[in-house]
Nanobody
C-alpha cells in the first residue's frame, strides 16, 4: 500500500510563500502526480498536476502563483506557493492523478493576517 506524507504547511500572511513537500513510499515513475486541496466546508479540488514528462496543469485561480515539480528518484513531489491569498487556505494533499491511492494526512495551510 503506497503511503503519502505531506509537509511544509503553516500559517502565512497574505502575499507570503510556502513550499509543500510530499514523499511517496512507492515509485512515482510513469505516474502523473498532483496536489489537491480541501477548504473548510468545500469539496476537495485539484490544484496542480504534473505528468511523467513534466507537463503541468493548474487550477485557474493559482496559475502564475503556484509551481509543481517532481523528483522521480526521490519519489517526491513539491508545490511552491507564492503570493498566497486567504482563499488558498485549505488542507493540501498530494496523490496520483487520477487518484487510486489512499489519501495521506495532508498539510494545513492558513493564509491570514
Amino acid at each position: 500500500q503506497v503511503q503519502l506524507v505531506e509537509s511544509g504547511g503553516g500559517l502565512v500572511q497574505p502575499g507570503g510563500s510556502l513550499r509543500l513537500s510530499c514523499t511517496v513510499s512507492g515509485t512515482i515513475f510513469g505516474i502523473t502526480m498532483a496536489w489537491y486541496r480541501q477548504a473548510p466546508g468545500k469539496q476537495r479540488e485539484l490544484v496542480a498536476r504534473i505528468t511523467t514528462d513534466r507537463s503541468t496543469n493548474y487550477l485557474d485561480s493559482v496559475k502564475g502563483r503556484f509551481t509543481i515539480s517532481r523528483d522521480n528518484v526521490k519519489g517526491a513531489v513539491s508545490l511552491q506557493m507564492d503570493s498566497l491569498k486567504p482563499d488558498d487556505t485549505a488542507v493540501y494533499y498530494c496523490n496520483n492523478c487520477p487518484t487510486t491511492w489512499s489519501w495521506g494526512q495532508g498539510t494545513p495551510v492558513t493564509v491570514s493576517s
